[in-house]
């Protein structure tokens, strides 16, 4: 279980108090997370790639605060919408949230977090938003929720030792709904001994029509 209040964060290298605490919480099933992207075959490890969506809810409103979410599905479920690869899972009906109303967007939360690999979801408060301005309070969470889901990864991952060569060959996509992907905090990539190349950042415009993972992340952030 992950849940913590961030009351500052690193900007390039300058602390910044935060106007509120952000609260951020989630999951990860670490035996999923083995079952579906890391394997031992003849001592040596393989594995797919490891695709974090990622999208933000209430951007638009003038008042209130932002939630943002992130979320790891299992690897033959994360995958292009129209592929159908969510095709006879219990996430079936999952799209973009916008499409989707809001019986089955409640419907579809319990079902996200069950299935998903891992995910996590950030409250950005209004302080911060006014703080900040609205922009830079949703990439703020995006980099929060991405970064958390990365060091929870990571740090299973570098206490499992039989899994240990596995570290420097899994490749992270990091697929975020607009049009920018916020800057990650290199020095906590260094500190969990992720190198920066094998997080691959992509921005995709109207990502939760797209895209299964940024589809799940939608769900969780605007119930």
């Known amino acids: ?71 790891i599905l299992p690897s033959t479920w994360s995958g292009l919408i129209e592929e159908q690869p969510l095709k006879d899972t219990p996430l079936s009906i999952l799209t973009d949230s916008k499409k989707l109303s809001e019986k089955k967007r409640d419907v579809l939360y319990p079902l996200v977090q069950q299935h998903a690999v891992g995910y996590i979801i950030a409250d950005i408060p ?47 996509e990091a697929l975020f709904d607009g049009n920018r992907c916020p800057e990650l905090n290199d020095a906590i990539l260094d500190e969990l001994g992720i190198s920066r190349s094998s997080v691959d950042c992509q921005a995709w415009v109207k990502g939760d029509a797209r895209h299964t993972s940024i589809a799940a992340a939608s769900i969780l952030a605007k119930v």
């Open 126 to 172: 209004a302080a911060v938003i006014d703080q900040v301005n609205i922009l830079q309070a949703t990439m703020l969470g995006m980099r929060l929720c991405t970064e958390a889901l990365l060091e929870a990864v990571f740090k299973y991952l570098s206490k499992t030792k039989s899994l240990g060569t596995s570290l420097d060959k899994l490749q992270v």
């Open 1 to 71: 279980m992950i849940d913590v209040n961030i009351n500052h964060i690193d900007v390039k290298g300058q602390y910044i108090q935060l106007a509120a605490p952000v609260h951020v919480y989630g999951h990860l099933d670490s035996t999923e997370l083995l079952t579906q992207y890391l394997t031992n075959d003849s001592q040596e490890a393989r594995h797919a790639i490891l695709q974090i969506g990622v999208d933000e809810a209430g951007r638009g409103p003038l008042l209130g605060s932002v939630n943002v979410a992130a979320a």
